[in-house]
């Protein structure tokens, strides 16, 4: 599986919040271990959207979308 590159308002987004070193630490596990307890992917609702999230930190999460066996980032935001 291949992750696509990130929107600018996303690369922004993590530049601002200083989530650079977090971004790629999590994006690393999930291509080398996408079942992994630490990324706590989980589908949200609704699931026939099928859009899911993975944590950055404590704080923010990533959501996304697969499509055609690439993942798409489509935000970064607050955990809530």
């Known amino acids: 599986m291949k992750i696509k ?8 987004f993590i530049k601002a919040h200083q989530l650079t070193k977090e971004y790629k630490k999590a994006k690393r596990l999930f291509l080398k271990q996408s079942n992994s307890f630490v990324l706590d992917i989980k589908q949200l609702s609704p699931k026939e959207l099928r859009f899911y999230c993975f944590r950055l930190n404590k704080i923010y999460q990533a959501i996304f979308r697969i499509y055609d066996n690439e993942i798409e980032i489509l935000a970064i935001t607050k955990n809530l």
């Open 5 to 12: 590159k990130l929107s600018a308002e996303n690369k922004a």
